[in-house]
């Protein structure tokens, strides 16, 4: 189902649209009004209404993660946005904070109202500068304004927002690395549990929202929990609203796209994407970002279940961009960024491009993802490089499988899915570099 | 020499200090205002200086500054560009845009010019896969990168 | 106590306990690198995976992996389990987990294994940890495969000089942690970190600052592999050809319990490494004491002389009885030693009193030194607490007593067990007669007028007595040095060539009749009938 909305994008594009003035000429400002009149409590229940399923790629409902906060006490308790885009083929909360800040900010103020909590900070991946000066600017705007300080919009309950700075490291963009960061640390992944709930950012009860999660909670309270989720085509899923649909790669019009939950890869690629470049066909789609599998354009899903029944056996392409819907395909959500691959593609050097990103991003804590990684890419390297073995390609799978479920954190894994949804669908293509020096590869990821 | 802030930078740092709990969380924040500061690189004697602002163990720096990619352990150029390698750039032609780089530059991936103007590398995914293929030059994105538009900004960082 | 299955067996935990830690209680190592009982749980390398029972009525979490069919050449969607880290599972009553019973844990730990060793050098034939080695260890308990990794591995530093004490090859390194937890957790020194990530990571020394805290060997002592080695054990010996005995450390009166590390081919000590006991010193020692072990063979007294000249042991014995026998027993002093043990002070002591009638009790010691909060204590002696309750309701003087009580002509004979006085010595020299009984050929031996060779802790049994009042039986090594005997032994000696038979003819016998003589006294010297406290 296409739906487009603009909740989020309206001004997208506009001179100053990023501005306190055009956020307010927009409606923002006011759901965080109707929000501070309500208790804590009835906050994070309205957004539980919402059913937003977050959106930094795990899908955990928001409301659900907000009420897993303890109650206050004398302990202080700390939202944590994660601004880490990094996830290759996501671009989407860039858009946000670049275009779009004060979605975040009012986002930010209903969820440390929700959960008890009076500062917020924000990490923000060093290379967005241009992101950490549109949201310091937002911060200092909406501080002049007094919705931010003291006393945020007359109601006595004190929020501070501050931009926090990242370094260079994809892995901080999981939330327990990402709180060490925070805190002064190298970025590696904290054992789970304690879950940040009990004990996140400097030892006190903590949430971790994505960005789009948080500046889509505003909306949540202009139109009202409910009508939000049923915005959506999965509302019946429990996965509510609109959100950021991003699609890059092979298509003819890449870019961030609004649109209702619901959406399916085929409108995603054909209609808001223009379709693939040169009318090419397809080799695969990877739905949201590279941690997800690659999918074959012709895949048919086998989606076990009574509430997927309307989904069993369909293509791939054409089920709706859902949490539970993917997940039950055997495939991963994810951010909902696309990254589309035309003939033109050898996969062979699509799967080297993103066995180097792993290994180079794994933070070396733990074995099988600091010795799996890099044990990956140098398979890859050789067979590109014309010196690998049959004997390789047939552990290659052994490889990704044992760093499947064996590491501290979701890493290791997402490292292994690609590996593994490659070297199934392609396996081909890997066996003709090995024995016929690939004579019929495109060696080449461009057109 | 011992490395040291300038007033304006201490006043800085006390900012950055003021917005934490604890003086630890003040330590990446810190190094990118030192490294700023030291020519864009972190030298042990900036380490050191960090971790008795913050009240650190030194190592604990050290272990920080070289986890991430961004900190630098040798002067780099006065310009610093990094190249998006990632897939969605690669499927947008990035490799072109990197062997164009190099061939225009002279120099290879992760060098610096001779005489000290440009230091070039590439990137991991910089969520800019949209408007692909990306490359960050200081502080700023240019983006849908062919070989004439790259050429505009490395010449403009060359005559600088 | 409540329970869980292991592998099918009830293992009883307290609340609050780990997987591995309840499992090694009873008796059950679950394999490991990065875990180590003593320091904070790290849950990095991964090899104490175990799998555990879904709770009751809910699925297992499975994961979404393949197999390859090579006849058919396609690949199979499989499932595994998600594994937990048994250092860092919380014990639960009624949870059901598999170890060595799943096949799933068999294959993650070799799996584990394989990638330690992949990029590791392998280079066991100079490695000093061979022997005692996880990695090896390990290969042959769960991987037992050749390397399907042939490349050349990963270039990284080696033999880099941490400090004064240790090396560092960062190739056998596993970045377990356990040296970087150890300084900042029981150190309290945190001046070891990692630097770089991935499989780049190394250990590495803060800028500015060497290894050089007081407990630097216990990073190689608890380094897994041959990451970390020890100066003072580098290229020394081979481990498998060494044994051990169970001693006590002599540095000071903490007492910290230790292995020492001997060649019975060479007699020789190569090393002194802490035993565990978690009322002592838990796992650890300090650099002094694991160092300690090179004075058994340093400065040793090891014939006896008479004016300083060699002389042998019955012609020296014969020359301290007759310059000892008919003297004024009120001039005549007797110095225990807090560097010896009960056994030999028990023995000096009734020596004194019972066939020389003395009651002069002097006390030799080290001088105090510095101490922490950890282990090191300020006296530096093992034994004050023992040699002083030998002595029963009269406490001995101390040495510097004896010293003005020589100076003012109150004494003129003495029959001293050595220690490392630091005192001036000189008033000795208007000693008539001074008999010594010393390990070391320290001052007090190169004053004496003669000179009896004693048996280091190394050589020969003893009881010591820490300064928290906890007697420890130490357990001999090698055999007596030179011409030396144990200290008790040659008082024994001295008091039959008194005329006064004494009836202890081996070590159990001895320390039955100090038991006894102790309780006669109403004295609780508490000297141990075996080495194994």
Redo the contacts between chains.
């Keep these: 189902m296409l739906k487009r909305t603009d909740y989020l994008t309206k001004n997208y594009g506009k001179p100053d649209g990023w501005t306190l003035a055009a956020y307010e000429a927009g409606g923002g400002y006011r759901g965080v009004r109707k929000a501070l009149m309500m208790s804590p409590g009835a906050v994070v229940e309205e957004t539980k209404k919402a059913h937003i399923r977050g959106r930094g790629g795990a899908g955990f409902d928001c409301g659900m993660k907000w009420s897993f906060m303890p109650k206050p006490s004398d302990k202080p308790h700390y939202l944590v946005v994660n601004a880490d885009e990094g996830e290759p083929g996501t671009f989407k909360d860039r858009t946000i904070m670049e275009q779009n800040p004060h979605a975040l900010i009012e986002g930010c103020i209903i969820g440390c109202y929700a959960m008890g909590a009076h500062t917020c900070y924000i990490y923000v991946r060093d290379e967005l500068h241009l992101s950490k000066e549109r949201l310091w600017a937002a911060i200092e705007e909406a501080k002049a304004k007094g919705y931010l300080g003291q006393r945020p919009f007359g109601k006595t309950y004190e929020v501070n927002i501050f931009v926090h700075t990242g370094a260079g490291a994809y892995i901080c963009g999981e939330e327990t690395a990402l709180l060490n960061s925070l805190e002064g640390k190298r970025g590696q992944p904290r054992l789970k549990p304690p879950f940040p709930a009990q004990s996140g950012a400097f030892g006190m009860p903590t949430t971790v929202n994505n960005v789009e999660t948080l500046a889509i909670v505003p909306t949540v309270f202009q139109l009202g929990g409910d009508a939000f989720s049923k915005l959506s085509a999965l509302h019946h899923l429990n996965d509510g609203g609109t959100r950021l649909f991003g699609v890059s790669g092979h298509v003819k019009k890449p870019g961030v796209y609004e649109c209702a939950v619901g959406l399916t890869l085929r409108e995603l690629i054909f209609d808001l994407g223009g379709g693939v470049l040169d009318d090419r066909p397809l080799l695969g789609v990877v739905p949201g970002g590279s941690s997800c599998p690659v999918h074959l354009p012709d895949e048919i899903v086998n989606i076990p279940g009574e509430r997927f029944e309307a989904y069993n056996g369909k293509c791939i392409l054409d089920i709706p961009l859902g949490v539970d819907t993917f997940r039950g395909a055997g495939s991963m959500l994810g951010t909902c960024c696309a990254i589309v691959m035309s003939d033109a593609v050898d996969p062979v050097l699509a799967l080297q491009n993103l066995m180097h990103f792993y290994r180079d991003e794994s933070c070396g804590q733990c074995t099988p993802c600091r010795e799996g990684c890099g044990w990956l890419e140098r398979v890859v390297n050789k067979i590109v490089a014309g010196e690998g073995t049959m004997a390789e390609l047939d552990q290659f799978h052994e490889i990704a499988t044992n760093i499947t479920g064996s590491t501290i954190c979701a890493f290791g894994d997402g490292a292994a899915q690609p590996a593994l949804a490659f070297i199934r669908r392609y396996r081909k293509n890997f066996e003709d570099y090995i024995n016929n020096g690939a004579a019929t590869q495109t060696r080449s990821l461009s057109l | 020499m011992a490395f040291a802030l300038s007033d304006e930078r201490i006043k800085e740092f006390a900012e950055i200090l003021s917005?934490y709990?604890?003086?630890?969380?003040?330590?990446?924040?810190v190094?990118?205002l030192c490294q700023e500061a030291n020519d864009n690189w972190v030298s042990?004697e900036v380490?050191?200086y960090v971790?008795e602002k913050?009240e650190?163990?030194?190592?604990?720096v050290?272990?920080?500054a070289?986890?991430?990619?961004?900190?630098n352990r040798e002067k780099p150029g006065k310009h610093q560009v990094?190249v998006c390698?990632?897939?969605?750039c690669?499927?947008?032609?990035?490799?072109?845009i990197i062997s164009h780089c190099e061939k225009r530059l002279g120099i290879k991936m992760g060098d610096t010019t001779p005489d000290g103007k440009i230091t070039l590398r590439t990137?991991?995914?910089?969520?800019?896969?949209?408007?692909?293929p990306a490359m960050?030059v200081n502080?700023?994105?240019h983006e849908n990168l062919t070989p004439e538009s790259v050429d505009a900004v490395l010449d403009k960082l060359l005559a600088d | 106590m409540p329970s869980f299955k292991l592998d099918g067996r009830d293992v009883e935990f307290s609340p609050g306990e780990t997987v591995i830690e309840a499992a090694r209680k009873a008796g059950v190592d679950i394999p490991h690198y990065c875990w180590h009982p003593g320091l904070s749980v790290a849950a990095n390398c991964r090899m104490c995976l175990v799998e555990v029972g879904p709770p009751p009525g809910r699925p297992a979490l499975m994961l979404n992996v393949l197999e390859y069919d090579a006849e058919k050449g396609e690949y199979i969607d499989a499932k595994k389990p998600k594994l937990q880290p048994s250092c860092q599972l919380g014990a639960v009553e009624g949870m059901e987990v598999k170890s060595e019973s799943s096949e799933h844990v068999k294959r993650a730990r070799a799996a584990v294994q394989e990638m330690l060793l992949l990029n590791h050098p392998v280079d066991c034939p100079i490695c000093d940890q061979a022997g005692e080695c996880r990695l090896q260890d390990y290969w042959l308990e769960h991987q037992s495969t050749d390397k399907r990794m042939k490349d050349e591995t990963i270039r990284k530093p080696k033999a880099q000089d941490f400090g004064p004490t240790i090396v560092y090859d960062a190739e056998r390194c596993i970045v377990c942690t356990r040296c970087i937890r150890f300084s900042e957790e029981i150190a309290k020194d945190p001046v070891l970190d990692l630097r770089d990530r991935g499989n780049l990571a190394e250990v590495v020394v803060a800028p500015g600052r060497e290894l050089d805290h007081d407990y630097t060997l216990m990073t190689e002592h608890v380094c897994p592999v041959g990451a970390l080695t020890a100066k003072d054990f580098r290229f020394k010996a081979r481990v498998w050809f060494l044994r051990s005995s169970q001693s006590i450390c002599q540095g000071c009166s903490t007492g910290c319990n230790a292995f020492l590390d001997y060649d019975p081919r060479d007699q020789t000590v190569y090393r002194h490494r802490p035993r565990e006991n978690a009322e002592v010193n838990k796992f650890w020692m300090c650099d002094k004491g694991m160092l300690d072990y090179r004075r058994i063979h340093e400065n040793r007294l090891l014939e006896p002389t008479i004016s300083g000249k060699s002389a042998d042991v019955g012609a020296a014995l014969e020359k301290a009885v007759e310059l000892l026998k008919d003297v004024d027993s009120d001039k005549l002093a007797v110095v225990l030693s807090a560097q010896h043990s009960n056994e030999d002070n028990f023995a000096l002591l009734t020596l004194a009193q019972e066939h020389l009638g003395s009651k002069a009790l002097f006390l030799a010691a080290r001088p105090s030194g510095p101490a922490d909060d950890i282990l090191i204590n300020a006296d530096k002696n093992p034994n004050t607490a023992g040699a002083t309750a030998v002595c029963g309701s009269t406490p001995p003087k101390s040495f510097s007593e004896l010293l003005t009580a020589i100076g003012s002509g109150k004494i003129s004979h003495v029959l001293a067990l050595s220690a490392d006085v630091e005192e001036d010595l000189s008033p000795l020299s208007d000693l008539k007669a001074l008999v010594v009984l010393s390990t070391h050929d320290v001052g007090l031996a190169k004053a004496a007028t003669v000179a009896l060779p004693a048996s280091s802790w190394a050589e020969c049994d003893g009881t010591f007595v820490n300064e928290k009042g906890a007697s420890q039986a130490s357990e001999s090594a090698i055999k007596p040095q030179g011409a030396s005997r144990p200290a008790w032994k040659l008082a024994g000696a001295i008091g039959m060539r008194l005329g006064k038979s004494t009836p202890w003819k081996s070590l159990d016998d001895f320390r039955g009749a100090v038991n006894s003589d102790a309780a006669a006294a109403g004295v609780d010297v508490g000297v141990q009938p075996g080495a194994s406290a």
């Design positions: 917005r709990p604890n003086k630890m969380a003040a330590c990446i924040p190094l990118h042990d380490t050191e971790a913050l650190l163990s030194a190592a604990h050290k272990g920080v070289t986890f991430y990619s961004l900190f990094w390698r990632t897939l969605s690669a499927l947008r032609g990035s490799e072109g990137a991991e995914c910089l969520a800019a896969c949209g408007t692909a960050q502080k700023e994105y």
